[in-house]
């Protein structure tokens, strides 16, 4: 009996530290870029047009048509953009944002952001 006790407490601790632990599922922080007039008009890796006045983003990972809540961590302004290119390119950022997205996020002037993301719908493979 003893034994099992200790078997039982071991792998609720296991379990609560692997939880604890855990990062929220479709969540990343870190530096988001943007992009825009030389891009206007060209072909994004989607097949479609980049359009810099549309909410939309880069993403080196995320399926296509994937909805992401990005929220700016320095003054907490939230949107809600579209994956349809891939990138960015630049060591160490996570994102890139149409022109209108870091405009409305406040970061423009800066180019880069401290910035988190969260998948809101993620579209599923056919």
């Known amino acids: 009996m003893k034994k099992f006790n200790n078997y039982l407490i071991l792998m609720i601790l296991i379990t609560f530290s692997t939880t604890a632990c855990a990062k929220p599922n479709g969540t990343q922080i870190g530096k988001g870029s943007w992009y825009g007039k030389k ?19 880069a993403h ?49 002037s800066q180019g880069t952001a401290k910035l988190k993301i969260r998948v809101l719908y993620k579209q599923k493979k056919k």
């Open 39 to 57: 891009f206007h008009g060209r072909l994004t890796a989607s097949g479609e047009k980049y359009n810099m006045y549309a909410l939309t983003a």
């Open 60 to 108: 080196k990972t995320l399926p296509f048509n994937t909805m992401v809540e990005v929220t700016n961590l320095k003054n907490n302004r939230k949107i809600i953009v579209r994956i349809n290119d891939r990138g960015p390119y630049s060591k160490g950022r996570i994102i890139d944002l149409s022109y209108l997205a870091a405009k409305k996020l406040g970061y423009v």
